[in-house]
Each structure stands twice: as C-alpha cells, then as structure tokens.
C-alpha cells in the first residue's frame, strides 16, 4: 500500500475470489451447460464435465468405449466448447473413466 489510503472491501473482495479460484467455481455450471451442448444428448448421458485447468476441459467418462468415441469427435468438439465459451480458451480435453453422478 504505496498510498497509505485504506482499500475498499469489494476491492479486497475481488482479489480474494480472483486468487482462490472462486470465479471459476461459479462458472462450472456455464462448462457443464456448454459440454452437453457440444457433446450431444447420447454422448452428454455417459460423461460429466469436471473443470477447466490451464485451458484443458477434464472430463469423466462412463467408459473406456465412450473414451474412444470422443476421442474420435474431440477436433469437432473443441471447436463447439470454443464458440460456446470463448473466454476459457478451452485447446485440449482430458477424459477419465470414472463413475457419473
């Protein structure tokens, strides 16, 4: 504090959230929306969209077949998830067989 002036708590607020990761918790939901969007309904009902880290959207996936089959779409699907969420720079997509809740 170079001024000495005391800062706003919406100011201290901001950077909290901003440096936490807050903001990104959030727009999980926005991810999640766009991926079943990309996906399409059969191959949105055995995945789950998790997080975005480092412009790599993680996603979990029923199983090791479905794993293949979007392995086959991922070009087609990274060009939707960039039109749907522009701001996330979204450039790769790492799928893990777990389970779907």
């Known amino acids: 504090m170079s001024s000495g002036q005391p800062k706003r708590i919406g100011n201290i607020l901001a950077e909290l959230m901003a440096r936490r990761g807050y ?37 979990l996936v029923s199983n090791s077949m479905m794993v293949q089959e979007i392995g086959f779409q991922k070009p087609a699907l990274l060009k939707r998830l960039a039109d749907l969420l522009p701001d996330e720079n979204i450039r790769d997509l790492k799928l893990r067989v777990g389970p779907i809740t």
């Not at 009902?45 to 412009?55: D, E, H, K, Q, V």
């Open 23 to 59: 903001a990104r918790v959030q727009s999980g939901g926005a991810c999640a929306e766009a991926w079943n969007t990309a996906a399409g309904e059969a191959v949105a009902a055995c995945t789950r969209a998790t997080l975005i880290r480092r412009g790599v959207l993680e996603v």
